[in-house]
């Protein structure tokens, strides 16, 4: 099964690794991941963390499930909030990421994707938008006609 380049759009089934030591921070990696996913149509099959940022990449639970996901083909790709989650600098993440490659998979860092945040109206003004756009009116069923 050929891989998708990881910065192509398709189905691709990935999973989002964080380790750091708070919820909060889990929570906003694994947000900030599942973004960057969405943003290029890759189904995030799950969300792995650990909470201990000191202990080696290889002792980590989470990370050993992520590439035994990886490895038993549940997973095509690997994205982490923050290249710190997984290396502590970028040749050594430039190096797991050759592994991970030559292990059939990809891993990105999605440190450089921002959330969109949105406003709790922002659904219906951009439904509203839409529709006047497309000459649409809610007063009426037809548009007007502009004759005399």
């Known amino acids: 099964m050929p891989i998708n380049p990881p910065g192509g759009l398709g189905h691709v089934p990935i999973a989002v690794y964080i380790c750091a030591a708070t919820s909060t921070d889990i929570r906003a ?26 202990l080696p990449l290889a002792e980590r639970p989470g990370w050993q499930a992520v590439t035994s996901a990886l490895s038993a083909g549940m997973i095509r790709g690997i994205a982490v909030s923050a290249l710190t989650h997984v290396a502590t600098d970028a040749a050594q993440f430039a190096s797991l990421r050759v592994l991970i490659r030559e292990r059939g998979g990809f891993l990105v860092d999605a440190s450089g ?6 406003t709790p109206d922002q659904r219906r003004r951009r439904r509203d938008i839409a529709d006047a756009a497309s000459g649409w009116s809610p ?6 006609d502009d004759t005399p």
């Open 113 to 118: 994707a921002s959330p969109v945040r949105r």
């Open 29 to 54: 990696g694994e947000e900030l991941g599942r973004y960057y996913a969405d943003a290029r149509h890759w189904h995030v099959a799950g969300a792995w963390s650990d909470f201990d940022p000191t």
């Open 139 to 144: 007063q009426g069923d037809t548009p007007k």
